[in-house]
């Protein structure tokens, strides 16, 4: 019984990284994103990015996902975090949308 516990955690941990690959994905096509995507990179990965450093965006995204993998406790943060930068860019969009009508 103990198994089948442990392949339902395991089955919601990778169901968890799905989720977050997709909303990190969102983000970076988002207009602004890709500086809320090195964001999350800096704080979740602890990186400094100087100007000098190319970064592109799926290597931004593997890292975030390699760092949320190592550390599982951190996927349901991580999420939240790219949620709220989502939601955040989708809304100033629309603000600026209605400002333009």
Same mark, same amino acid.
């Given at each position: ?14 169901? &968890?990284?799905?989720?977050? *690959? ?26 400094? !990015? ?19 993998? !190592?550390?599982?406790?951190? !996927? ?10 989502? *939601?955040?860019?989708?809304? *100033? &969009?629309? &603000? ?6």
């Amino acid at each position: 019984m103990a198994t089948n516990t442990s392949e339902s955690t395991v089955q919601t941990a990778d169901q &968890r990284t799905k989720h977050l *690959s997709t909303t990190l994905q969102s983000l970076a096509s988002l207009e602004g994103g890709e500086g809320d995507l090195r964001a999350m990179y800096v704080r979740w990965c602890d990186a400094d !990015i100087t100007e000098e450093t190319l970064l592109t965006r799926d290597a931004a995204i593997a890292s975030l996902l390699q760092t949320a993998a !190592i550390a599982g406790r951190r !996927i349901g943060k991580m999420q939240y975090d790219a949620q709220q930068r989502v *939601s955040a860019l989708k809304g *100033s &969009r629309t &603000r600026g949308a209605n400002m333009n009508e």
